[in-house]
């Protein structure tokens, strides 16, 4: 997110992201990736992959797509047309890796309000956008966070890894 705390610019723009594109530095994603077997997404946010004409990375796993409107499932991407509150407790209740969610911020929020989030991690460009989709919307519950790592890098994203206290998974550090 932007320091002001928006994923996405005005019309869900994210040229801000290009700001810390630098080659073989992928701020540990592809060692994160290994600690998870499912995805839970937004369906503003896969068309929004999609619509920059890119294939989503994680088809390899477990991929549940939230919408309201039924669609037709692609591989194994599913279209879940509950709450994504309910469809996080069905998997935790599964044998399985860690659930990533991958956003929009419709989905993280009801996430948090759930008490369903265990781990935060917060990657911040050093930019300030000023209008967007913000990360955090109002009506969230007061949640005490425990700051688990902070790591800066060259580019000028800092990303801090934080936990619900008494909840956190194995991600190593
Ligand atoms: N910077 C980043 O790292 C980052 C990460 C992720 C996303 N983004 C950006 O964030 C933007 C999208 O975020 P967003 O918050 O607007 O949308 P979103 O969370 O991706 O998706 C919202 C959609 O999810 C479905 N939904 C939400 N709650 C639901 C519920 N309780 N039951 C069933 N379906 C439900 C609805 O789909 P239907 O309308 O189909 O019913 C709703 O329109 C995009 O611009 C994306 O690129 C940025």
Redesign the pocket.
Known sequence: ?SIDGF??GPE?D?GF?SQVEVAGEDYGYSEFVKTIDAVI?????IE?VESMGYEYPLQDREVYV????LRQDKGSMHYY????ADLARELKGKPGKNIYC??????VN?LFKAGEVDDLILSIIPVILGDG?PLFRSGNVLQTMHLISCKSYPSGLVQMHYSVPGKSLSISE
């Open positions: 997110m994923i996405a869900g994210l992201l997404i937004g369906r503003k946010t929004k939230i919408s309201r409107n047309q509950g709450n994504p991958d956003g929009g911020s419709e989905i009801q989709i």
